[in-house]
């Protein structure tokens, strides 16, 4: 596609309910990440995806939050027993190359979670 | 203290201004530099990147970095009221392979 895609874009759940986010990165962009973003708190690395692997998943807060990538495209998020702290907006981003240095990262619109 | 310190604002200014945006950051081994902006309900969007000290300019925008002060700035001139957003920093380390962001700085220009 022509752009960074996230499904869904606004998500309410049930405190201690399994939630699954979904990015579709643009096609050829071999690097993808998973940040989120909190009020205040600015953007937060979660994790980091080349092809299908993650040598760096350095950002993920528990062990209640997963993610994979499939086919060196989508890739999704799961956040397992959500806790109220788990609300913010997850942002998705892919890059064409390993250090988004040369063109920087092309972001999704982000699913804004709201843990109730 | 985090890496990246930005000031997040709100800053107003009125229509035409030039507007100065910045960041200080700590780990020196950061050596590529960008500029995101993000509107509200949006994903952030690429304006500059730079890896070098000095200044790039594009159109309004110029982008300065000074790496011996670890210092970076953003330069907007003729503000606009479309340039009312959210501005974050970003920098990563050669051979890194993630952005570290500022927090943002939140902006409005007025009629």
């Known amino acids: 596609g022509a752009g960074v895609s996230q499904s869904p874009s606004n998500k309410v759940t049930e405190k201690g309910k399994d939630v699954e986010l979904r990015c579709d990165p643009i096609s050829g962009h071999t690097a993808l990440y998973w940040y989120r973003q909190s009020l205040g708190q600015g953007l937060e690395f979660l994790i980091y995806f080349q092809g299908n692997s993650a040598p760096d998943k350095s950002g993920l807060p528990s062990d209640r939050f997963s993610a994979e990538r499939t086919g060196g495209s989508v890739s999704t998020l799961t956040i397992q027993r959500t806790q109220q702290e788990d609300s913010a907006v997850y942002l998705c981003a892919s890059s064409l190359d390993r250090w988004g240095s040369t063109y920087g990262y092309t972001f999704g619109s982000g699913t804004r979670l709201t843990v109730v | ?111």
């Open chain 2, 1 to 111: 203290q985090k890496e990246v310190e930005q000031d997040p604002g709100p800053l107003s200014v009125p229509e035409g201004a030039i507007v100065s945006l910045n960041c200080t950051y700590s780990n020196s081994a950061f050596q590529y530099f960008m500029w995101y902006r993000q509107y509200s309900r949006k994903g952030p969007e690429l304006l500059m990147y730079t890896y070098s000290s000095g200044n790039k300019e594009d159109g309004r925008f110029t982008a300065q970095v000074d790496k011996s002060s670890k210092y970076i700035s953003l330069f907007i001139r003729d503000s606009q009221p479309s340039d009312s957003a959210t501005y974050l920093c970003a920098m990563i380390a050669g051979g890194g392979n993630k952005l570290t962001f500022g927090t943002g700085t939140q902006l409005k220009v007025e009629l």
